[in-house]
């Protein structure tokens, strides 16, 4: 029944003796790196992005000319604590979430598109 899976034996004292005396140390200096590696690449720049849209989230004002997650352009018309409306044409307006808007456009932005 030997046929797919070989048979693993333990190899006696003479294989531990060969392993390097600080092997572990270098596993754990190498796990390390590759942390500070992910944190400077991945978890810091993303923890700066999610900082300054808060902060942009934070500061909308009503008349502002925003841009939302969907590729809704308007101006905002009321802010709630949790949700604005924002009029994409005369007379129509849109509620959304204050979190769903991507980013504020310059004034005059929507006259010109």
């Given at each position: 029944m030997n046929l797919l899976?070989?048979?693993a034996?333990?190899?006696g004292p003479a294989a531990a003796a060969g392993a390097p005396p600080g092997g572990s140390m270098i596993?754990?200096?190498f796990l390390g790196g590759i942390f500070l590696l992910f944190y400077f690449l991945?978890?810091?720049?993303q923890s700066k992005r999610a900082k300054e849209h808060r902060a942009m989230v934070d500061a909308l004002a009503k008349g502002?000319?925003?841009?939302?997650n969907g590729g809704i352009i308007g101006r905002v018309s009321q802010l709630g604590d949790t949700f604005i409306s924002v009029e994409i044409a005369d007379g129509v307006e849109v509620k959304v979430q204050r979190q769903a808007v991507a980013s504020v456009l310059p004034k005059g932005t929507i006259k010109s598109a």
């Open positions: 899976i070989s048979d034996w333990a190899e596993q754990f200096v991945i978890i810091r720049p502002d000319e925003v841009v939302t």
